[in-house]
């Protein structure tokens, strides 16, 4: 299956996520995240019906030091946030078979692989460290 995959260049979790599928066969296209040019109609379809909360990156530095709140979002307003700051945007965003997902833990994913269990890959390592990404 062809996978659009929409990452952070140089993110670890992101390139093992795409190595993982395309060990399974899959062809994944990739995408930066913080390039491209998104609209909040290109952008929504791929948090379908999660909560707001968790459409958001939680190891975006604006998150990790308190600045922004992710719970104090509505749709609206995270979209308006993530398309000025595309770090807030939890990745990777996917899509495939004509269905949207975001994050790693997802039934699509599941299908993917099979329902291999890839907790490991779900969050990012440096979220409960110092260390920044950008």
Known sequence: MIIQFYEKPGCINNTRQKLLLESYG???IAHSILSEQWTKDKL???FGALPVHKWFNMAAPEIKSGEIEPTNFNEST???AMLSNHLLIRRPLIEADSRFVCG???ELIN???NNKDVSHLQNCPNISHSKSCD
């Open 44 to 46: 929504r379809p791929f």
């Open 78 to 80: 995270a979209l308006k």
């Open 104 to 106: 790693f833990e997802n």
């Open 111 to 113: 299908e993917l692989l």
């Open 26 to 28: 899959h062809t994944v």
